[in-house]
């Protein structure tokens, strides 16, 4: 059982993407590989990568899911800063860790839920649904925060920003975590299967008994939970919660990683290591960027341009090989493979 | 005549809740009510205005446009960078900045047609762009202080009763008649809604497809330019950074004012009514001086909820006439 | 009206349109062969046929959709190769699809003018558009609020304003493929008295249809295609309904109704496994009995579009019935969906796989355990190990030709496709299976295989639900033959009864105020077979 769907062969070229952008960043600067040891934790260029990535892939690896189904979630950022302002603001207020923890997660499937709920039930397209929380989102979060930028002094919910496990720093370990429990929930279980289903046909899916809502819903609040951990690394990271500012436009770097992964926006097989890779990918070459003494303003110049050969690459083989019944292409160009029948095709 | 009741609703109910809102605010704060207040209004959303028409075209068109806020940050920048670097005097600027946004719209639209892209992942990749454009002429927040500026911002047009329109505002309200003509009273607009309702029909009926799609993400484009320039008059500098999230306003502004984001169905006035409901949310806040900012992007997503809510409730009562089948 | 009238003057004493010896081919299959097809002025003309008889690749032909391979198409005299819809509208061929093709979110007005508006000072005129609009529509007898949306209307109307934008851009040919599909029985009047009008005023129609009764009730011929063969051309006056069936089946009977006899039909006592009382839904199906018990194939015959398919999807909760019960092992049972039917035992292969039967980029081996994973529940994984053996068992048992069970099943051809889709039912041993036209599009080879699959089934205790076009094949297979027609059922044969002859006199057989009567056939009482 492998973790990401596609053969082998297929994932080549994310990994040589990332092969070659981390050479370019050892050309460009001969120390990137270098990781030394300080106080208990590594330091390095290679760990910052996986540090400052760490955010982004973890909202990857929900997004990934969300995708597959041929849906997208808006709200990730939103529900960061909502995790985060919660995370803030208990702990100013004296709460435990845990109880801190349990209410932040809790705000992230709430969110999640909600979004699900919108999908499935009153199927309202997901762009649109999640538009909603996205843009309310940052007002709960604000209004948890009162509006001011809370910070807090607990070494313990910091710890989670900038201790370490290990010598790894805990929010490289907190993502390797959710990455392997998200892999086994989906791949240990049929619920990867079902995604996929739902994904390429719902009605067929539908139609073989699978429980399409019950999938939809999941893989919304799966998403939110993996927002709500990011929120929490953000927000302890800083020690302190900017609902403002927290995980801004995070959304759209996270569906970046998960196309620059290979997962399909027409949703499908998916793959959650590689949606990772992408994420570490697009931090590689911001690193890249900040090293070699660029703007680090390029970076969006450069994130465009990689979004653009991503879609023209996939462009060609999406409308070739895959057809789709809702496919826009003009008419005619593509002929049933049999006489077609006029009980079948309708114009 | 309950076709056209229902067919207004959404626009109805938008403006009710605008008239409603302002009479709320009208008890609540004695001064509210004045002239001056609503000239604030128009001049303080003059930007959004004009952009959210672009994206109600689009919208309508069954796309959606992610880059307008990153084209007016440019757009800004550009002005900028071409009058106080390049000592340009401001109208060849205007002209260049207009022709490079709507270029660039229309550059997006040709992509969408030509690699049959989804419209949402295309304009993303126009907003790292602009934005990005943005950011390498300069990260600077760069004053304009050409003199026409001034003059510019001196203009306004008075009337008896004591109503002040300033540029910015006088140029969305132009905005918005022109595009409420386009949208109606050309064929260009009947094909926007052709396109939006369904697209294969609508290349079956004979709607050049293409030519339109370009136009209006050009068109979107252009707006975007035209509300940068605005935007530009409006804070005296250009700033790459500018704008940010208006995408995000505009398409609230174009769901609240009855447009539905599937496309086919809405009216530009619905939007200029949804920008001015936004507005409004901000100055009653700003009004009441307890209240904090935060209530407006909640109630605006609560707005934006509930007529999400209502659209698809309108659509379920059409299609339960018979009009399309539903789906499983 | 408009100048789109022509008058059926001296033109008229050659046909309107003649297509002689058209052909096309998709990929090597011969859609059509050597098809001659003529339509005079001021005629209505149906075109008729089984599913692949080439009717819809001639119509696309006609409209431009497709380029022919051979042949000639002449318009009045004048060789014609339209390449494109809008050409063919240019050259006075004018179209309205069954699904219209109308934008349901424009007004009426914009639908019947959009691309040619009338203009004044660069602008839409508006006005002007709403008046012609108003014109355009009053000989049809629609005095409708032409500003509204499309949408708002019923179906007849927006079939009857897609034929009025049709003719009013000087249609002379105007082709109507299947406009009655979705209408009740007082909108077909309204659309018949439409054609009436038109053919009166020398427009020559294209009627396709699968109602025979509505053939009989307007048109003035008919043409029959089968296999993208061209039957034959007969005047409607001249063509009884036996040998109408008989030339789109494609069976040579000669007198077959004199060897209908009401014999005694053999009494099954067995409590069924599902039966259906009053089940039905509005505008898909009249209400109708069914009984199936175990161990026997219950087969759904008549031609396309008589509610065969509609009869499944509802005993399988794809579409919901809107009366009547359901009962399994004498429960009543609600079947609001798919799952629910999965759950009492039921599988269903769809006549429509590519929609609605597989999951394409899934390998074979996914698609097979789909329905047994579904039903297990996601906490429940059907270890990898255990989905091979599954998916290797029914490959080999179903002989599905794949190189391996993990390539992609939109890779295999169309055989191999139906048979994943049976083994994925046949994992979760069903007690009712449901298959609609299970050999549609199916090679030779293949299609010997499933009959003998179907015919294993049956033995082995599964009770079987076939919708079928190829009567061989259901009379070989199945003991109990349920007729239907226009949408309800109107016969059942049993046993001895159940042969080509008769299933072909049940779907000829004229019913009685076939739209009045509301009653339900009871298909328990016997054969009932009206001649």
């Known amino acids: 059982m492998t973790l990401s769907a596609p053969g082998p062969a297929r994932n080549l070229p994310q990994y040589g993407a990332l092969f070659a952008v981390l050479l370019a960043n050892w050309l460009l600067f001969p120390d990137f590989f270098a990781i030394r040891l300080q106080d208990g934790r590594l330091f390095g260029s290679l760990i910052d990568v996986l540090n400052r990535g760490a955010p982004v892939a973890l909202l990857a690896i929900g997004m990934t899911m969300v995708i597959a189904t041929r849906g997208v979630d808006l709200s990730v950022g939103a529900v960061m800063a909502i995790s985060g302002a919660i995370a803030a603001t208990m702990t100013g207020a004296g709460w435990s860790l845990p109880a801190v923890l349990a209410a932040s997660l809790a705000a992230g499937l709430l969110c999640g839920l909600w979004n699900g709920l919108l999908v499935a039930v009153l199927r309202i397209q997901p762009i649109i649904a999640t538009l909603i929380l996205m843009v309310a989102g940052r007002g709960i979060a604000q209004l948890v925060t009162e509006g001011q930028i809370v910070t807090f002094t607990s070494p313990a919910l910091a710890f989670i920003g900038s201790g370490s496990f290990l010598t790894v720093p805990m929010p490289v370990v907190l993502t390797i975590v959710v990455l392997a429990v998200t892999a086994l929930l989906v791949r240990a279980t049929a619920l990867g299967l079902m995604i996929e289903a739902v994904g390429i046909n719902r009605l ?144 | 005549m309950t076709g056209a009741l229902q067919r207004f609703l959404p626009l109805i109910v938008t403006t009710a809740v605008l008239v409603v809102g302002f009479l709320i605010c009208a008890t609540q704060f004695p001064n509210f009510a004045s002239w001056r207040v609503v000239a604030n209004l128009l001049t303080d959303n003059a930007f959004l205005g004009i952009t959210a028409v672009g994206m109600t075209f689009v919208i309508l068109s069954g796309g959606i446009d992610l880059s307008v806020g990153a084209v007016i940050g440019f757009t800004t920048v550009l002005l900028a960078v071409l009058i106080e670097h390049g000592g340009w005097h401001p109208v060849p600027a205007f002209a260049v900045a207009l022709i490079a946004a709507g270029g660039f719209g229309a550059a997006m639209g040709g992509v969408i047609h030509v690699f049959q892209m989804p419209p949402f992942i295309v304009t993303l990749a126009g907003m790292f762009i602009a934005r990005g454009l943005g950011f390498v002429l300069t990260t600077d927040s760069v004053p304009i202080n050409h003199p026409l500026y001034g003059e510019l911002n001196d203009m306004a047009l008075r009337f008896d009763f004591g109503l002040k329109l300033s540029l910015p505002a006088l140029l969305m309200l132009g905005v918005v008649v022109a595009a409420v003509v386009l949208a109606h009273w050309t064929r260009f607009g009947a094909n926007l809604y052709a396109l939006g309702g369904n697209r294969q029909s609508a290349e079956l009926m004979g709607v050049p497809v293409g030519r339109t799609t370009v136009a209006v993400y050009g068109l979107s484009g252009l707006l975007a330019g035209l509300a940068g320039i605005v935007f530009s008059l409006y804070t005296g500098a250009g700033y790459s950074l500018a704008a940010t999230g208006v995408e995000l306003d505009t398409i609230t502004a174009v769901v609240i004012g009855g447009t539905q984001l599937t496309g086919g169905y809405g009216y530009v006035v619905g939007t200029f009514v949804g920008v001015l409901i936004q507005g409004l949310i901000q100055t009653y806040i700003t009004f009441d001086g307890t209240l904090s900012s935060w209530w407006t992007k909640i109630a605006i997503g609560v707005l934006l909820f509930v007529f999400i809510l209502l659209q698809k409730g309108l659509l379920v009562v059409w299609a339960g006439r018979g009009g399309e089948p539903a789906e499983a | 009206m408009t100048a789109s009238t022509a008058p059926p003057s001296a033109s008229s004493s050659g046909p309107l349109l003649a297509i002689r010896g058209l052909s096309k081919a998709f990929l090597g299959v011969q859609a059509l062969d050597g098809v001659d097809f003529t339509l005079r002025h001021g005629e209505i003309h149906a075109l008729l046929g089984e599913n692949g008889a080439g009717k819809s690749t001639l119509i696309k032909t006609l409209t431009g959709v497709y380029l022919r391979d051979g042949g000639t198409v002449a318009l009045e005299g004048r060789e014609i190769a339209p390449r494109g819809v809008e050409e063919a509208q240019r050259l006075h061929i004018g179209t309205v699809y069954q699904e219209v093709n109308l934008l349901p979110n424009l007004s009426v007005a914009e639908n019947l003018f959009l691309g040619r508006q009338p203009m004044r000072w660069g602008l839409v005129d508006r006005g002007a558009m709403r008046r012609r609009a108003r014109a355009v529509l009053q000989p049809y007898g629609l005095s409708i609020d032409v500003t509204a949306p499309l949408g708002r209307f019923s179906v007849a109307t927006q079939q009857i304003v897609a034929i009025a934008r049709a003719v009013d851009m000087s249609a002379k040919v105007l082709i109507l493929d299947e406009p009655t599909a979705s209408l009740d029985a007082q909108e077909v009047a309204v659309l018949f008295k439409v054609m009436r009008t038109l053919r009166s005023r020398g427009i020559g129609i294209v009627f396709v249809t699968h109602f025979l009764d509505q053939v009989y009730e307007v048109c003035d011929s008919i043409t029959v295609l089968r296999n993208g063969r061209l039957v034959g051309e007969r005047r409607t006056a001249d063509l009884p309904r036996l040998d109408l069936v008989a030339m789109m089946l494609g069976r040579e009977l000669e007198a077959a109704a004199h060897r209908i006899d009401l014999g005694p039909a053999e009494v099954d006592s067995r409590p069924p496994l599902a039966s259906f009382k009053g089940f039905g839904k509005s505008r898909s199906v009249e209400p109708f009995d069914l009984d199936i018990r175990p161990g026997e194939v219950v087969a759904l015959a008549g031609l396309l579009g008589s509610g065969r398919t509609e009869t499944v999807r509802l005993v399988f909760g794809m579409d919901r019935a809107d009366r009547g019960e359901a009962t399994v092992d004498g429960q009543a049972v609600r079947l609001k969906g798919p799952r629910d039917a999965v759950r009492l035992g039921f599988g269903f292969c769809p006549e429509d796989r590519k929609k609605e039967g597989i999951v394409g980029e899934l390998s074979v081996r996914e698609n097979i355990i789909l329905a047994l994973q579904a039903r297990q529940g996601w906490l429940k994984p059907i270890p990898r190990h255990r989905q091979e053996e599954i998916a290797d068992r029914f490959i080999r048992l179903l002989d599905i030709r794949t190189p391996d069970a993990e390539r992609p099943i939109q890779l295999l051809s169309g055989g191999n496709q139906q048979k994943a889709l049976l083994a994925r039912w046949l994992a979760t041993e069903p007690r009712l299976l449901i298959l609609d036209e299970p050999t549609r599009g199916i090679d030779v080879g293949a299609h010997a295989e499933i009959i003998r699959l179907i015919e294993r089934l049956c033995a082995d205790g599964m009770a079987l639900l076939v919708v079928s076009s190829e009567l061989e094949e259901i009379v070989a297979y199945s003991r109990r033959v349920v007729v239907l027609r226009d949408r309800r059922h109107v016969a059942e044969l049993r046993g001895g009864e159940v042969s080509v002859e008769r299933i072909v006199a049940a779907i000829a057989s004229e019913t009685p105020n076939a739209i009045a009567s509301e009653t339900p056939v009871t298909a328990g009482s016997g054969a009932e077979v009206r001649q």
């Open chain 1, 204 to 347: 067929s899916s539908a139609g073989a008994g699978v429980n399409t809502p019950v999938v939809l819903v999941a893989v919304y609040v799966w998403c939110g939970l993996c927002a709500a951990v990011a929120g929490l690394i953000v927000t302890a990271d800083i020690r302190g919660a900017d609902a403002n500012n927290a995980g801004l436009w995070l959304e759209l770097d996270a569906i970046l990683a998960v196309v620059v992964g290979g997962t399909s926006l027409l949703g499908g097989r998916f793959g959650l290591v590689l949606s990772v890779v992408g994420a570490l990918i697009i931090q590689s070459m911001n690193t890249g960027i900040l090293l070699s003494g660029f703007k680090p303003e390029f970076n969006l110049i450069v994130k465009a341009g990689v979004l653009l050969v991503v879609l023209l690459l996939q462009s060609p083989t999406l409308t070739l090989f895959l057809p789709r019944p809702k496919g826009a292409r003009p008419i005619g160009t593509v002929k049933p493979p049999v006489a077609p029948t006029s009980g079948g095709a309708k114009p």
